[in-house]
Structure formats: structure tokens, C-alpha cells
């Protein structure tokens, strides 16, 4: 137990390192918000590529892991969506963002510090990619076209606001990045000397960085009045994502143990970060601020109850 507190202590130290910053306004918060903006646009990136980097294609992307991470990403959002829709009786457009806020993981802030702590870099590098690729090109679209669709009660609407969606995500200079290591590897294109050693200084600066704004950034979220809702979406999150990522591997047998434990850690973080700014178009950020606050003080158990099964 005290092994597995080792490896978690420190990253959710840096998490309360971050908001007691802005807290004490040791650091504003505008601070960590553009910490987060460099983590998204030039160190997570470089983590992506350095992974990616000097290897053949088939070592960088993992078919068994983008399917197994698919499947159970987008059977838990709608089983949340459908959870809510009828069960909950809520809104289109409050189902969708619960779907998502229990089936997409921060991935590129706390599960990659999570999985470089308990598997090294290169495993995080590889795994961060590919739960990105899942999570940019499925599930979030999918969620927000719903969403959409909720809000406007058009079919049309819904296809086209897919399409838009799809269009804003080309530009993420996380999927950037994800193309330029596939073109790296398929193409057999080295990365040495100066502009290795640049990405690998990027590279290494993303998991401290990105956990200390985290934590900035859950300073002033107030869960008061919402916590029903957050516990139900924060629980399944935390507990059914990583167990559901588990059994989900089991149907692609060839998949490394390495990469089965990346995979169920990237479940296990809370979810995505950018949840409240989603939410915000539909007039539910005071939901998601809520659920994110929760999910996030709650993983620190629920990790550590992870790592000590997988390991």
C-alpha cells in the first residue's frame, strides 16, 4: 500500500500544490490557465511525438488498444445518455454531456502523469496518443453533435454541427501531433540531436506542469446543491470506465500487458478537464464545475485502488 501511495502522493500533491497557488493568489488563476494552454498546445504534443519518434508504425499505434479503448469508451457514454435520458428523465442535451463526463478521462493532464509514474514515459507517450485519437474523433464529437441536437431539436442540425465539430478537432494540435508521429514512423524519418533533445525537455515538463494546473484550475468550483448528480456521474466514471476498458481488452487477446495496464489507467482518471466548457452551451457549468471537482478529490482513492489491481 505504502508502494502504491508513493507513486500517487506526488501527483495529487501537485494538484494541491496548484490550487492552494491560486488560493493564496501566490499565482493567479489566469496563470494556470495558460500553463494548461501549453501543456494542450506544445508540451503534451511533444510527448505525443517523442512516443511515437524512431519507431516502426506498428509500435506507435496499437489496432487491439484503439479498438478495446473505443469499445468500452462509447458503450459507457451511451449507457450514461441512456441512463439519464430515461431513467433521470433529463434533458437531450444534459444526458449527452453525463454520457460524456463518464466516459471520457482527462487524458492528457492526470492520466499521462498517472501512467508515466506507474509504467514509464514511453508507455504514457504511446497510450496518450491513442486515447486522444479515440476520445477527439469519437466520443467527443458524437457527444457534442448530440448535445447539439438536444439543444436545437433538428436533425439536420445534428449532422451539420457533427461536421463542424470534426472540423475544429483537424486543427487540434493534439491530433497534429498525432500525424506528424505517424508520418515519422510509417516513413522512417529519424529524430535525433537538437530537436530530439528540445522535444524530450517538452516532453518531460508536461506531466508537472499540466498536474499544477489542474489544480489551479479546480480553485472556485463550488459543488454545493449539485452533488447527487456529480457522485452518480463521478462513480461510474472513476469505477465502471477502467473495469469496462478491462474486460474490453479481453476480446483482443493480442494486446501487451503493458498496454492493457496503460489503457485501464487512462479509464481511470477523472474526466476530461474541458467538461465545464463544454457544458457551458447548454447552461450546465455549474453541473459539470461540480462533477469535475468531485471526480477529481474522489480518484485519489480510486486510482490507487486501481494501480493496486493491475500491478
Keep these: 500500500m505504502l508502494e502504491i501511495l508513493s507513486l500517487t502522493a506526488p501527483i495529487f500533491i501537485l494538484i494541491a500544490l496548484g490550487y492552494a497557488s491560486v488560493m493564496t493568489r501566490l499565482i493567479s488563476q489566469e496563470a494556470t490557465r495558460g500553463m494548461g494552454k501549453f501543456i494542450i498546445t506544445i508540451a503534451l504534443p511533444s510527448m505525443i511525438i517523442r512516443g511515437m519518434a524512431n519507431k516502426p508504425l506498428a509500435a506507435s499505434i496499437d489496432g487491439n488498444f484503439l479498438m478495446g479503448y473505443g469499445l468500452a469508451s462509447i458503450t459507457l457514454y451511451a449507457a450514461g445518455l441512456l441512463f439519464y ?16 463526463g463518464m466516459s471520457s478521462a482527462n487524458t492528457g493532464f492526470i492520466g499521462v502523469s498517472i501512467c508515466a509514474m506507474v509504467l514509464g514515459t514511453e508507455p ?16 467527443i464529437p458524437l457527444a457534442v453533435a448530440i448535445a447539439d441536437a438536444g439543444a ?25 501531433a498525432i500525424v506528424i508521429g505517424l508520418l515519422l514512423s510509417a516513413l522512417q524519418i529519424p529524430l535525433k540531436g537538437v530537436p530530439l533533445q ?14 499544477f494546473a489542474v489544480g489551479g484550475n479546480l480553485y472556485g468550483l463550488r459543488p454545493k446543491g449539485l452533488l447527487a448528480d456529480a457522485s452518480i456521474i463521478s462513480g461510474v466514471k472513476l469505477i465502471l470506465h477502467p473495469a469496462l476498458t478491462a474486460l ?34 447548454y447552461g ?28
Design 85 to 100: 435520458r430515461h431513467v433521470r428523465r433529463a434533458s437531450l442535451s444534459d444526458s449527452s454531456m453525463a454520457g460524456l
Design 124 to 139: 504514457a507517450s504511446r497510450g496518450v496518443a491513442m486515447t486522444i485519437l479515440v476520445e477527439s474523433t469519437l466520443v
Design 152 to 176: 436545437t431539436q433538428g436533425e439536420v442540425k445534428f449532422f451539420r454541427r457533427m461536421a463542424i465539430t470534426l472540423k475544429g478537432l483537424v486543427r487540434s494540435p493534439l491530433l497534429i
Design 198 to 211: 528540445v522535444i524530450d525537455m517538452l516532453a518531460m515538463a508536461a506531466a508537472p506542469v499540466a498536474l
Design 248 to 281: 474490453a481488452f479481453l476480446f483482443f487477446p493480442g494486446l501487451s500487458t503493458e498496454m492493457r495496464q496503460a489503457g485501464i489507467l487512462f479509464a481511470a482518471a477523472p474526466m476530461l478537464s474541458i467538461l465545464p466548457i463544454l457544458g457551458m452551451r
Design 284 to 311: 450546465l457549468e455549474k453541473h459539470c464545475s461540480a462533477t469535475l471537482l468531485l471526480g477529481t478529490v474522489a480518484s485519489f482513492l480510486t486510482i490507487s485502488a486501481t494501480i493496486a489491481l493491475i500491478t
